[in-house]
């Protein structure tokens, strides 16, 4: 048996609420969904984990830092290049085209990404492993996908997540993105969702935890093999980041079962999309 969530989607971060105007059921797919946004009152707990650094960092922070200032630029740049062409400005749009495509040429990640591709390609995994590991310093987090799967005591957590290109104002600092989840009960005892937990972590490796009650305004019940889907969204103010988290659930087939953790392994939010599509 399969839930799915309809009309109502309250998004658990920062204030806002997520409303579908047309009652729809939702597959575990492509997310492809509007989302229309208005201010309601906070349904969680918001706590700042990390402070940003105001010292000069390492030399490996420092080359996050370039190639996240790059990301930005770019997403910029693609930005204006499709404001151009809805514009009609053909020539301004070409000019742009041609800047994107000789800045994925330059940039030290996207082409470790391309060299990757090709040793991988020819076999020479041993180069694949060093370009890998390259990447990983300029940008540790680069590689994650958009997408995980965890399983606790048979409980599944299935997550992917989606750049909102249409909600997000890259001049401003504003990255949204939608995520979506599936929870698919294993097990051979009926359990509920209590409390979700999130740890949210932007490009500058800031972190904040968000603790609320159930999800979307529900603390719904599975029995053995049903499953329970849901939408929501996160705001960055970097264009990419993280998220991972728990959810607290409990037995309900024997009076005083104790709550028990199921992971939500990490997922990355990226402007970019699942870079390693590509790969």
Not at 46 to 54: C, F, G, N, T
Not at 88 to 114: I, M
Not at 123 to 135: C, L, P, S, V
Request: hydrophobic share 35%; glycine share 6%; charged share 25%.
């Amino acid at each position: 048996m399969m839930h799915s969530v309809s009309l109502k989607l309250y998004a658990e971060f920062n204030n806002l609420t997520s409303l579908h105007t047309t009652p729809t059921r939702f597959t575990f797919g492509p997310l492809n969904f509007p989302v229309r946004l208005n201010r309601s009152k906070r349904n969680c707990k918001l706590i700042a984990r990390v402070s940003e650094r105001d010292d000069g960092g390492t030399e490996s922070e420092q080359n996050t830092t370039s190639f996240y200032e790059r990301n930005q630029m770019y997403v910029l740049m693609k930005q204006q290049m499709e404001l151009a062409a809805l514009s009609e400005n053909y020539e301004e749009a070409a000019r742009l085209r041609d800047s994107l495509k000789l800045f994925e040429e330059e940039e030290p990640v996207l082409r470790l990404q391309g060299l990757m591709k090709e040793a991988i390609a020819n076999e020479r995994f041993e180069d694949a492993a060093r370009y890998q590991n390259q990447i990983k310093e300029i940008a540790p987090h680069y590689l994650l996908k958009c997408s995980s799967d965890a399983t606790t005591l048979g409980i599944r957590v299935q997550a992917k997540s989606v750049y909102i290109e249409g909600r997000s104002q890259p001049l401003r600092g504003q990255y949204f993105f939608a995520y979506r989840i599936r929870i698919t009960n294993n097990s051979n005892r009926p359990v509920q969702l209590l409390k979700r937990h999130w740890i949210v972590t932007n490009a500058n490796e800031k972190s904040e935890d968000v603790w609320g009650i159930g999800v979307i305004g529900e603390q719904p019940v599975l029995l053995p093999n049903d499953s329970f889907e849901y939408s929501s969204a996160c705001p960055l103010t970097t264009p990419s980041g993280r998220m991972e988290g728990d959810y607290e659930m409990k037995y309900i087939d024997k009076v005083g079962s104790k709550t028990f953790s199921v992971s939500i392994a990490p997922f990355a939010l990226s402007t970019l999309g699942d870079v390693t599509d590509n790969i």
